[in-house]
């Protein structure tokens, strides 16, 4: 379901990078389906790229989809023609990373498609620095975790407060059913975080309860 959401925000024709195929899974199927005009399968471990490489060459695609041993974006060469990026199943700060030592190699006309597993606060921070838009958020919910698709394109300097770089400006408006009950577990994780801190043997740093507090209210203003 997830790979699926993502696939949904592919362009159609684009010339796709998916940085840290796995088994190359995304790729293949968009191409299969004809939705996409080449891509580019990345992966920096020797396992996930033979998985890649096999399930291209199984699909009859090695002239299709280009699977390569690379480091992050590194996978990427100015020929490649670059229309789109998905960078999934990874933490926020892993994505950040990634986008930010390889920046030299984004046009900025790339269509960004991120499904971070969680830290998505720091990675919408890097987006918002570096001139990234964010067009399109969603939270789905598979196999008891939540996840988060983030879909940005450059287009000049944004500004987004604390609170929405924290839940995500559009989530934010929208108030999804998936992105409410979100929060709701959230914040029973918060309380009961902040329980624990008072019932601790140990002093708990002052910084960390506030900075668990001041979420715990975030939340808590989120869904009244």
Known sequence: MR????????PAGARLADIGS???YLPVA???????AAAVAGEVALTPFRSAERTV?????????????????????PEDGIT????CGM????IRDILDSGKARLSGQERLILQPNGGEQPLRQWLMENGYRILCEEVLRENRFDYEIIIAERAGPVMYTAEELYFGPLQMQAR???FLLKWQRRLRQKQRTLTHFARARQAVPEEKVQDIARQARWIS????
């Open 91 to 94: 933490g926020g700060e892993t």
């Open 221 to 224: 203003e989120l869904l009244a």
């Open 176 to 178: 999804s059913p998936a």
């Open 84 to 87: 789109a990026i998905s960078l």
């Open 57 to 77: 060459r199984e699909n009859g695609l090695d002239q299709r989809i280009s699977v390569r041993l690379a480091n992050g974006l590194a996978a990427i060469e």
């Open 22 to 24: 796995d088994h190359g």
């Open 3 to 10: 790979l699926e959401r993502v696939a949904a925000h592919v």
């Open 30 to 36: 968009l191409m299969r389906r004809g939705a996409i």
